[in-house]
């Protein structure tokens, strides 16, 4: 556990301290950047794979959160991000962490496994990779390790309430009995207002991307129009 939490202190110590564009960092009043107790079960696969600086290790199994209880709506990555009412940004980026580290989904609550598919479908959003493409242990591992504490800038990440009009490009999981879920790029059939995560993620070109995910669904990421 003093393993899992100094990594936890280390992932948010470079996500908070990142120094954005090549100019140093502004003094500011020091905030979180992920909820902390979140972000403690979000790492807790380390506690077996503690020598290796990552959360998905060779013995991961793929959890995925599409055919987890309490989705709400068809082609959702998983259950709302906000079931009980509006969270913070930085417990948001919690969850976020959470279901792309595994964890327990609440204290307390049962043991899951990181969701490979949800990674590949944020990959493929800011980078244009194939959602679907077969990922090795290795990749997997090292993609979401980027993700978390390099290329995903959590440290200016907003929540906000946004209206996206009917055929808005979005992604959509349909889950398949023991297989990863299919990831298939479709359309808002009609004008959502929902809360969205705006989180600025570098993508491998060196751009930076606003990746959008929709909370009602599970981190849904949706293109802007």
Do not use: K
Not at 2 to 24: D, F, N, P, W
Not at 210 to 217: A, F, N, P
Request: hydrophobic share 40%; with cysteine; net charge positive.
């Amino acid at each position: 556990m003093v393993t899992l939490l100094a990594y936890l202190i280390l992932l948010i110590s470079l996500v908070a301290t990142r120094v954005v564009g090549g100019q140093e960092p502004r003094v500011q009043a020091l905030r979180p950047v992920a909820e902390t107790r979140t972000a403690v079960a979000a790492v807790a696969p380390l506690n077996r794979l503690a020598a290796e600086a990552t959360c998905v290790g060779p013995h991961t199994v793929p959890y995925s959160y599409a055919s987890a209880p309490g989705v709400v709506e068809p082609l959702a990555f998983g259950p709302p991000v906000e079931r009980s009412g509006q969270l913070s940004t930085a417990s948001v980026n919690g969850v976020l962490i959470q279901r792309l580290c595994g964890g327990p989904e609440t204290a307390g609550g049962p043991v899951r496994a990181p969701d490979r598919r949800l990674f590949a479908a944020i990959d493929a959003a800011v980078n244009g990779t194939d959602p679907n493409r077969s990922l090795t242990q290795s990749q997997w591992a090292a993609g979401v390790d980027d993700f978390i504490t390099r290329s995903g800038r959590f440290v200016d990440a907003r929540v906000e309430t946004r209206t996206f009009r009917a055929g808005t490009a979005t992604y959509g999981m349909r889950p398949r009995p023991g297989a990863d879920p299919l990831v298939i790029r479709t359309r808002l059939a009609h004008d959502d207002t929902n809360r969205y995560l705006l989180l600025p993620v570098r993508a491998h070109d060196g751009r930076t991307v606003t990746l959008t995910l929709r909370l009602r669904c599970g981190f849904q990421p949706v293109f802007q129009p």
